[in-house]
T-cell receptor, first 116, second 114 residues
C-alpha cells in the first residue's frame, strides 16, 4: 500500500524568505501523480502544484516549485518570497496512475507560519 | 475546474442526532468523494459516491453510520447518523479531474457534537 509522510508538523519562515516543506512517499507503482494542497484557516483545500511521476522536469507555479526525486521517493515544496497569505496547512498527496483509480493518499500535513 | 457549493459550513449538534451535508457541483461529474478531517489530522476518505449505484465505503466506514445519496450527476449528500463527540470533524466533498488534474474540494463542514 502507498504511504505519504510529512515529517515536519510545523515550519516557520520570515516574510520574503524561502522555505522548503518535505514529503516522502512509498509506492511500488511507476505511474502516479503527486500534489501539494494548501488549507488556510478557511478550511478550503486549494491545489498548489502537481507533478506527473514520469516527467523529469520539476513543476513550477509562480513562487511555488517542487523538487521531485523519483528514485528517493521525495517530493518537497519550495515557497519563494513567502507572503503572509501563504500561512496555512500544507498537505502532500499521492494518486495512483492506474486507470480508474481516484483515491488520494494524504500526508499528515505541515503547518506553515509566516512571520512578519 | 468544477465549483462546489457545500452546506452547511458549520453546525453544532446534540449527540444521538443526525446531520445531512449537501454538495452541489456546477458541472456533471461521475464520481464524488467524501472525506473526513479529524481535528489536527489529515484527510481520510469515507466513501466514493457514484450516480446510479451504491456508494463504495472505505475500511472503517459503514453505510449505517454514513449514508450517502447521489440522485444525479451534480449533487450528493452525506449523513452523519447517531452522532457522538468522536464524530466532531471537518467533512469535505470533492470531485476529481482525470490524470494530472487534482481534486476540487468543497469548502468543508465543521461539525461539533456536544
Amino acid at each position: 500500500a502507498q504511504t505519504v509522510t510529512q515529517s515536519q508538523p510545523e515550519m516557520s519562515v520570515q516574510e520574503a524568505e524561502t522555505v522548503t516543506l518535505s514529503c516522502t512517499y512509498d509506492t511500488s507503482e511507476s505511474d502516479y501523480y503527486l500534489f501539494w494542497y494548501k488549507q488556510p484557516p478557511s478550511r478550503q483545500m486549494i491545489l498548489v502544484i502537481r507533478q506527473e511521476a514520469y516527467k523529469q522536469q520539476n513543476a513550477t507555479e509562480n513562487r511555488f516549485s517542487v523538487n521531485f526525486q523519483k528514485a528517493a521517493k521525495s517530493f518537497s515544496l519550495k515557497i519563494s518570497d513567502s507572503q503572509l497569505g501563504d500561512a496555512a496547512m500544507y498537505f502532500c498527496a499521492y494518486r495512483s496512475g492506474t486507470s480508474g483509480t481516484y483515491k488520494y493518499i494524504f500526508g499528515t500535513g505541515t503547518r506553515l507560519k509566516v512571520l512578519a | 475546474s468544477a465549483v462546489i457549493s457545500q452546506k452547511p459550513s458549520r453546525d453544532i449538534c446534540q449527540r444521538g442526532t443526525s446531520l445531512t451535508i449537501q454538495c452541489q457541483v456546477d458541472s456533471q461529474v461521475t464520481m464524488m468523494f467524501w472525506y473526513r478531517q479529524q481535528p489536527g489530522q489529515s484527510l481520510t476518505l469515507i466513501a466514493t459516491a457514484n450516480q446510479g449505484s451504491e456508494a463504495t465505503y472505505e475500511s472503517g466506514f459503514v453505510i449505517d453510520k454514513f449514508p450517502i445519496s447521489r440522485p444525479n450527476l451534480t449533487f450528493s449528500t452525506l449523513t452523519v447518523s447517531n452522532m457522538s463527540p468522536e464524530d466532531s470533524s471537518i467533512y469535505l466533498c470533492s470531485v476529481t479531474g482525470t490524470g494530472l488534474y487534482g481534486y476540487t474540494f468543497g469548502s468543508g463542514t465543521r461539525l461539533t457534537v456536544v
